[in-house]
């Protein structure tokens, strides 16, 4: 059977002796989205941290692509083709947008730093605009994209994002939301996780609902929309 393209598999491990994920178990397929949402406290993050090897398995794997990537430092992983964009301090906040970017390139060995620089400035425009201006000056929405932008410029092959949309207004969640739609047609993989559930769960391809940081329900997003124990428990009925 093939496997998905990354999946990190029955993870129980935390910080210490205390685990925080029991068999927690997350996937996604090459170009598809997938949301970990679930309440606070609920290790949603943790498992995040877990797939980037930020976190010490007492027990499961990560693979990508086939390979046992479980022993693999964060810094391996982003070469072997994953990003991740944490929830805070995500930002060089005296640089200016630009060399934030140029910061994301830092593995790279090609020669081709500029075209990758170009498509994250046609995708967000704003950055461009503001590119010379210092990332800490930018608004919330603004500084996430700069953040989801330096991620890019690793071109990488999944891209981890922890709350996204943290703090921002209806209106940037809904573009940031559109933007992450495109990434994804691109190719690339989305990992999420995201305090705005139903929204998230609108756009996912797959869903996963964590409690107590084991699986509680998993299913396409669309799925989880429609169940009434989901919606009552999870969704604000």
Same mark, same amino acid.
């Given at each position: 059977?093939? &496997?998905?393209f990354?999946?990190?598999?029955?993870?129980?491990?935390g =910080?210490?002796?205390?685990?925080?994920?029991?068999?927690?178990?997350?996937a996604?397929? +090459?170009?598809?989205?997938?949301?970990?949402?679930? /309440?606070?406290?609920?290790? +949603?993050?943790t498992?995040? +941290?877990?797939?980037?090897?930020?976190? +010490?398995?007492?027990?499961?794997?990560?693979?990508?692509?086939?390979?046992?990537?479980?022993?693999?430092?964060?810094?391996a992983?982003?070469?072997?083709?994953?990003?991740?964009?944490?929830?805070? $301090?995500?930002?060089f906040?005296s640089m200016?947008?630009?060399?934030?970017?140029?910061?994301?390139?830092?593995?790279?060995? !090609?020669?081709?730093?500029?075209d990758?620089?170009a498509?994250? =400035?046609?995708?967000?425009?704003?950055?461009?605009?503001?590119? &010379? $201006?210092? *990332?800490?000056?930018l608004?919330?929405? $603004?500084?996430?994209?700069?953040?989801?932008?330096? *991620?890019?410029?690793?071109?990488? $092959?999944v891209?981890?994002?922890?709350?996204?949309? *943290?703090?921002?207004? /209806?209106?940037?969640? !809904?573009?940031?939301?559109?933007?992450?739609?495109?990434?994804?047609?691109?190719?690339?993989?989305?990992?999420?996780?995201?305090?705005?559930a139903r929204?998230?769960?609108?756009? *996912?391809?797959?869903?996963?609902?964590?409690?107590q940081?084991?699986?509680? =329900?998993? !299913?396409?997003?669309?799925?989880?929309?429609? !169940?009434?124990?989901?919606?009552?428990?999870f969704?604000?009925?």
């Open positions: 059977m093939a &496997h998905p990354l999946i990190g598999e029955n993870m129980t491990g =910080y210490g002796a205390v685990d925080i994920l029991h068999s927690c178990t997350l996604v397929e +090459k170009g598809e989205i997938a949301v970990i949402v679930g /309440p606070n406290g609920a290790g +949603k993050s498992a995040m +941290k877990a797939v980037f090897g930020m976190l +010490k398995l007492r027990q499961g794997s990560v693979r990508l692509n086939g390979e046992d990537i479980s022993r693999l430092s964060p810094q992983r982003v070469r072997k083709g994953m990003g991740f964009v944490p929830q805070t $301090q995500n930002i906040t200016t947008v630009e060399e934030n970017l140029e910061m994301g390139a830092f593995i790279r060995e !090609d020669e081709g730093i500029q990758t620089m498509q994250i =400035y046609d995708l967000f425009p704003i950055l461009k605009e503001k590119r &010379h $201006q210092a *990332a800490g000056e608004s919330g929405g $603004q500084r996430q994209q700069v953040a989801v932008g330096r *991620a890019l410029m690793t071109r990488p $092959q891209l981890m994002l922890d709350e996204p949309t *943290a703090g921002v207004s /209806p209106i940037v969640m !809904d573009e940031l939301f559109d933007r992450i739609i495109e990434i994804a047609r691109s190719g690339i993989s989305i990992l999420m996780v995201e305090q705005n929204q998230a769960l609108e756009i *996912a391809d797959k869903g996963y609902v964590l409690v940081g084991a699986n509680r =329900y998993s !299913d396409t997003g669309k799925a989880l929309l429609a !169940d009434p124990e989901v919606r009552k428990s969704l604000g009925g």
